[in-house]
């Protein structure tokens, strides 16, 4: 580990424009608890580490299965009243079940790490959806997890039960916790990483899993392991993130990371800076290092005082990533590190993936006559991997959600296909992986059949967004509504301009950033707006923010509270104009730069006119996918609990 100054692009505002530093504060101010136990696992096989690591794919958090016991009895002791849901709560939460705006019903998140899924877990999904979820569906999320709504309390140990038996777990999806590692998607085939980070991203999510210093932390962690210096992973908004860099020391080629801290969303965004530049893997310096980070945050008591302002970016913000280093290393001389164990050959996940790779098929399809629909998804949604005859296919999931029949049909294909390997995307698509270059046309028929062969895959028409008020306790307005609109009124402008395809949209249902608006080339989080005695459900507009190549970039937050009726109107009005006006080969960014963003106020300024309550205006007091007039009713999450 060498310890390094801050980088250079550092801490940026809300236009990607960096600011110079701040004046330092000084540590020892801060209102902590340093005699504060923090006991590590103990002996392998023990009570209190007792996890059996396995290589299979998809096991990558080891079950337990004496948790369900408690969840029903935790569970029953709340139904007959013997306790109080705050009492219940923080119990229920590590075990990934999350409380709804709907009374009486459960969120249950199942994590993926790194997105790895395999198909007899998408088979477990299918049943145990089909069985005990009234929706009918899963959902994957940004966070490569897959979400399943509206499961009545009492059903919730019997899904997680069920999903368990192939090696899926919710625990620590919720809380205060370090929630699902997520990882680039293309990680062990892309032609940019220097190296697999796959095993070394497993490694780190069982190693942290049920550790008693990370349950019950000032607010959770969110964590992302990047494949290569592009950033996919977007590793520069989470509050721990990782890069692969490869050091010659000592003669020899180390496999490392760069290790971030401190980066965010939300309604206090933040740029994650560089807290060292090569931190060793296969010593387990990277999960010493980010032990010692995660004990000095769980010491902050006075980000206890206000939970909902508690992530770890803001004890970096108030103290300067170059004080916050030297808390660490202070931190790492510690007599905590001699009790614990950091190896990692026990904990690394191994699967050779190539070694079940399918062979080369013996008959395989090919278009027959009119192929421009299967070379615009290929042209869209293929990528070749860096195993040649291998390529990967991204299966657009249109608003992230997954039928049972589309779980089953996929489970299928994946076996057929790729080997058994799919991995979840953070922008709520799925990525087959190891498909044969002579399979591909065989992979999108069958694809087309289950409702899922899509082109567009990460352009314009793959619109992300959060499940709003559909679920979430905190949602202001229906922003899956909203993306169903826009991605109605996209494909009906028929856009067919590259540069135009590459703009990203992602919605919101309230300034958190779960559709993680701020980074969107036109982002929208959901607000309202008071007329009268009635409200309308509106949106405020973020254009010119970006993650791609390794450069995350928040976007502008304009002048504007737009009526969510007039959302899609002023998404075209923009992309009208910078289609009508930009230079030969400049995209909407930088457009954006050079025009200025008055000029997008201007466009849309007839669009934040009020309006007034009236039998003709109706509509706009009614949110979109909605038939009941729109009110505000915002209840306290549970993600601060």
Known sequence: MEPVSAPSKGTKTTNGTPVPAKKLADPSTLKQDPGKKQHGKGKRGSLENPEIYENVPGHVIPILEREFDDFDTEAASFLRGEQTEEQFIGFRLKQGVYGQRQPDVQMIRVKLPYGGVSPEQMEAFADAIEELAPLNKGHITTRQNIQIHHIPLADAAEFIRQISQAGLSSREGCGNTIRNVTGDPWAGVAADEPFDITPYAAAYARYFVRHPTTQLMPRKVKTAFSASDADRAITEIHDVGFIPKVKEIDGKQVKGVEVKIGGGTSIQPRIAPTLFDFVELENGDYLKVTEAALRIFDRQEWLRENRMRARIKVLVDKIGMDAFRDLVEEELKGDWVEERDFSIDHLL???????????????????????????????????????????????????????????????????????????????????????????????????????????????????????????????????????KVLQQRIEDMNITDPLTRQIHIKMSGCPNGCSQHHIATIGFYGASIKVGEHTIPAYIPHIAGNFEGGDTVFGHRLKARLPAKRVPEAVERWIRHYEENRNDGENFNAFVERTGFDAFEELISDLKLPVEFSADNLLFFIDWNRSEPYKVERGEGECAV
Do not use: H
Request: proline fraction near 4%; charged fraction near 25%; include cysteine.
């Open 349 to 483: 996940f191994i699967n050779d993936e190539e070694a079940d790779a399918p062979a080369v098929p013996e008959s395989y399809g090919s278009p027959n006559g009119d192929k421009s629909e299967f070379d615009a998804w290929v042209d869209s949604n293929v990528e070749p991997q860096r195993q040649e005859g291998f390529v990967t296919a991204t299966v657009k999931v249109i608003r992230g959600d997954l039928t049972p029949d589309q779980f089953r049909g996929l489970a299928q294909l994946m076996r057929e296909f790729t080997g058994g390997y799919a991995r979840t995307t953070v922008q709520q698509n799925l990525v087959l992986r190891w498909i044969r270059d002579e399979s591909l046309y065989d992979v999108w028929v069958r694809l087309k059949e289950l409702g899922l062969g899509d082109s567009g895959a990460f352009q314009i028409g793959d619109v992300v967004s959060c499940p709003g008020t559909d679920s979430c306790k905190l949602g202001i307005t229906a922003s899956m509504g909203l993306n």
